[in-house]
């Protein structure tokens, strides 16, 4: 990714440097784009919150009242589609779509920028005639922000909440922000378009600078905010897995010590008919390699010299049985906790195109994170919740009655796995077949992992998990929602693993 330059960058006589654009700065990009009055509105996007683009007849205008990136131009390629669009978006597709650009302006000495729209406009028609809608676009940073205005002065939309101390909402009646200091410098004018090679350049020449400046800003934050979203989870990781390891480690440190309860037990039962029932300790005689010597041996004096015994016998079984477990898992959380050591250094220094790939070894390692980060809901919820396997595979979990209704009908493909927690009340789980590939073993443990969880079942060390394909499944009629009959079904004896089922809970997308 190529970095952008530790000071600024003129052009056209600007000092474009790494922050949102200036006041001059802003009132030489309006200078440019003020041939496009008269333009007529087509389709407007919201990308972020407080970022959109409009599209006009002879360009594409991107506004950005993003903290830190705030700035207006042209630009060529518009930014990718939101995952879900917002309120805002529909509002200003209603106000503004169909509509033309009658002027726009920036306020001297402000970074505030107004584009004036209206219906029916005609060339060399004066706009204050019309009904007139703007679009005011603060570009202040962090108190930066975009009102859709209406004739009267109300607001009638805004992209986020009001974080200037005007109280600015909804229906109320917009506001200028108090002046900063206004420059009494004149504004920079835009390039002439008949500078030495104008013709042969784009045809917003500063719009083109500054597009292409914010480009690798924009991607450099994009990295920094997925290597952070990436590190915090993977530092967690370690961290747990550091516990882990020094709770083994206590644990393997007890297994040298069985040996000890095993002497006692045979002393013990040597001695049996010796110790005096109610005792809390006993002396006897051990003999070893060097001869005779006494041993105290501690005692339960609720319990006889027999069932001391035993008692000493167990701890030394368990723990010996246990041994082999102990070592195994130590050294698999070493391993782990190594892996995710060696990943968190490559985050670090990690490129924005790398990041999904880490991003899926984080996910294989453990490290509890989202898929992406959650934006606001707008409207009902799906009526089924979406995880991700191991492999990325979609695992569709019903949220109710209703949900389970319309996943395993309505919603499931024909050769998809759907899944079940027998006997028991709760949701019903489909695991997407990608293509022609069927469902493989680990998608299966994982879309059951969910059955299980998302049942009467959860927190139970074991479950029966029914699983068929959806062209198995039918719909009881007549009877309450959610009910259904099956068939050609398995039955999984799962073992819940608490590992897996924190993965998956940590993959829920919106």
């Keep these: 990714m190529p970095r952008p330059p530790s000071g600024g960058r003129r052009i056209f006589g600007l000092a474009i440097v790494r922050m949102s654009l200036l006041a001059r700065e802003i009132a030489a990009v309006v200078g440019e784009l003020s041939r496009l009055a008269g333009a007529r509105v087509g389709t407007v996007r919201v990308h972020a919150e407080r970022a959109l683009t409009i599209e006009l007849a002879g360009a594409t205008l991107l506004i950005s009242a993003e903290p830190s990136l705030s700035r207006l131009h042209a630009v060529e390629r518009r930014p990718p589609r939101p995952p879900h669009p917002c309120a805002f978006q529909a509002l200003l597709r209603r106000e503004l779509s169909g509509a033309r650009l009658g002027r726009i302006e920036a306020r001297h000495g402000e970074r505030i920028v107004e584009l004036f729209f209206a219906r029916g406009l005609r060339s060399g028609e004066e706009i204050e005639k019309l009904r007139t809608v703007r679009l005011i676009a603060e570009l202040s940073g962090r108190e930066g922000n975009l009102f859709l205005v209406g004739p009267g002065g109300d607001v009638l939309a805004c992209a986020g909440r009001d974080r200037s101390g005007r109280g600015l909402k909804t229906g109320s009646t917009y506001r200028y922000p108090p002046p900063r200091f206004a420059s009494e410098e004149p504004p920079p004018q835009a390039p002439h378009p008949d500078i030495p090679g104008a013709r042969e350049g784009p045809p917003f020449p500063l719009s083109a600078a500054i597009a292409e400046r914010y480009e690798i800003l924009e991607a450099e934050r994009a990295t ?83 069932d001391n015994m035993e008692r000493y016998y167990r701890r030394y079984r368990r723990i010996v049985e ?56 707008e409207g009902p ?25 319309v996943l395993a009908v309505k919603t499931a493909r024909g050769n998809d796995l759907w899944l079940h927690a027998r006997g028991r009340a709760g949701a019903h789980v489909v695991a997407r077949q990608e293509g022609k590939n069927p469902v493989d073993g680990e998608t299966l443990l994982d879309a059951a992992h969910l059955a299980a969880h998302f049942s009467d079942a959860r927190g139970e060390p074991q479950v029966e998990v029914i699983a068929t394909r959806a062209k198995y499944v039918r719909r009881v009629k007549g009877a309450p929602a959610g009910s259904v009959t099956f068939s050609q079904e398995r039955t999984i004896l799962l073992r819940l693993e608490a590992h897996r089922l924190e993965r998956l809970l940590a993959s829920e997308e919106d």
């Design 224 to 306: 920094l905010e997925g290597r952070r979203r990436l590190r915090e989870p993977v530092r967690a990781a370690i961290a747990r897995a550091g516990r882990a390891l020094e709770r083994l480690i206590e644990e393997a440190a007890r297994i040298p010590r069985a040996e000890l309860d095993r002497r006692r037990a045979d002393l013990l039962k040597q001695n049996l008919h010796a110790v005096p029932r109610g005792a809390r300790e006993v002396v006897l005689t051990e003999w070893t390699a060097e001869g005779a010597r006494e041993a105290t041996v501690a005692m339960d004096p609720s319990l006889s010299a027999r």
């Design 322 to 377: 246990s041994a082999e477990r102990v070592n195994a898992r130590e050294r698999e959380v070493r391993l782990r906790k190594g892996a995710l050591e060696e990943l968190l250094s490559a985050i670090t220094s990690a490129a924005l195109d790398e990041l999904p790939r880490l991003e899926r070894e984080a996910r294989g390692l453990g490290a509890s994170l989202r898929a992406s980060p959650r934006p606001r809901r």
């Design 381 to 405: 919820p799906a009526p089924y919740r979406l995880f991700r396997s191991a492999g990325g595979a979609r695992l569709l979990v019903g949220r109710n009655a209703e949900g389970n209704d």
